[in-house]
């Protein structure tokens, strides 16, 4: 199938998902689903996998087991490249519209420890805060979850304590309702905006292997 930009049915799917978060609207509006945010989803992560790689597509049934939300289904349809444990690009479809983004999501353990300590290093350390400004500067926000002090084994006035209380970083856009998302030309701003994101994603990927 070729990718021609997600319909505005995916968007409106989205929006009555929210009101309605039932199996019953699910199974009488499952074609939609099927054909307007999944069939294009998978079509625009295989044009891009010849140079990402493969996409894992996420199913849209929530494991709501532990959780106090039981409402069965994501209100998004999001698609992930993996380079590294939890790290890599994502795309997203929703009721707001469309983002991107790439960067990791979830680092613990040695792996956490493996990205503060090239965080902590003065060269490499210096590559990802050019890369970050790099990113922000090209109109991406930074986010992902952060430490309120300073890590443990690390002081409070290290001169990248900010970068050293980061669990995750990440980089990504929002697109929204741009009406470049309904075309073809949404595969474009994606490829493009996942190639700035390389050089975070690359980094972490090096740095985070314990």
Known sequence: MEFTGFPVAALDFYDDLEVDNTK??????KAVYDDAVR???VA??????????????????????????????????GAFVAVAPATGWYVEVAAPGVRVGGGIYHAGG???????????????GAVLQRILRDLERGGFELGGERLKTAP????KDHPRIELLKMKSVLG???????????TAELLDKVR???RRLRPLVSW???????
């Not at 420890?113 to 003065?122: H, Q, T, V």
């Not at 972490?204 to 314990?210: F, I, K, R, T």
């Open 110 to 124: 040695a792996q956490l420890g493996a990205i503060r300590e090239a965080m902590a290093d003065k060269r490499a």
């Open 24 to 29: 019953s609207f699910w199974d009488a509006h």
């Open 39 to 41: 069939a294009p989803m």
């Open 204 to 210: 972490l990927a090096e740095h985070g292997e314990a």
């Open 192 to 194: 493009d905006d996942w």
């Open 44 to 77: 625009l992560t295989d044009a891009l996998a010849p140079e990402f790689g493969e996409a894992k597509v996420f199913r849209p049934y929530r494991d709501v087991r532990f959780a106090k939300d039981k409402t069965p289904y994501k209100t998004h349809q």
């Open 152 to 155: 443990r084994g690390y002081e």
């Open 172 to 182: 990504s856009r929002k697109y929204g309702f741009e009406p470049f998302v309904h």
